[in-house]
């Protein structure tokens, strides 16, 4: 860009200072709007999350109850309403057996979290396979139970 006067196509300085300003004034307005843009899209996560949890419920669970032993479980929506999102709370003095659509899981001693949902789960930790999606059917019993029923 020339910089001079009276030379044809030159620019004077004051018109420098004019479109650096008018620039500066467009990058914050393009600056602005991704922000506020942002701030919406976390907002509406928020919102979503919380409008999610007061549609879950609990879940039922055939085989209850059993001596020594708690299980919990509830769903909810899962993230954008995709699906159901589920876990299952397991407190226990012995050995369990939970099955899930017919799939079969073990839950040694002690305190354990088994869920799903749209993106991962952690089923393969209790038996050889993942089990994904929301089961029709839950029903726990112990192993003496099961090898019982054999």
């Known amino acids: 860009m020339l910089l001079a006067v009276g030379i044809p196509g030159a620019v004077s ?10 620039d500066m004034k467009n990058t914050a307005k393009i600056i602005a709007g991704v922000a506020f843009a942002l701030a919406l ?11 999610r949890g007061r549609y879950g419920s609990t879940m039922s669970i055939d085989g209850l109850p059993i001596k020594n ?3 919990t479980g509830t769903w909810i929506p899962d993230f954008m309403w995709v699906g159901k999102a589920w876990e299952i709370e397991v407190k226990t003095e012995e050995d369990l057996e939970l099955t899930l659509d017919g799939q079969v899981y073990f839950i ?3 305190s354990h979290r088994i869920y ?3 993106d991962s789960t952690n089923t393969e930790q209790f ?11 839950v029903e726990v019993r112990t ?3 099961a090898n019982a029923e054999r």
């Open 13 to 22: 300085r004051r018109t420098v200072r004019v479109r650096i300003r008018h």
């Open 108 to 110: 040694p001693k002690g």
């Open 41 to 51: 899209f976390v907002f509406a996560v928020f919102v979503e999350s919380g409008l």
């Open 69 to 71: 032993v708690l299980v």
């Open 116 to 118: 799903s949902n749209h």
């Open 127 to 137: 038996g050889s396979r993942k089990f994904s999606g929301y089961p029709k059917k």
């Open 143 to 145: 192993k003496a139970q």
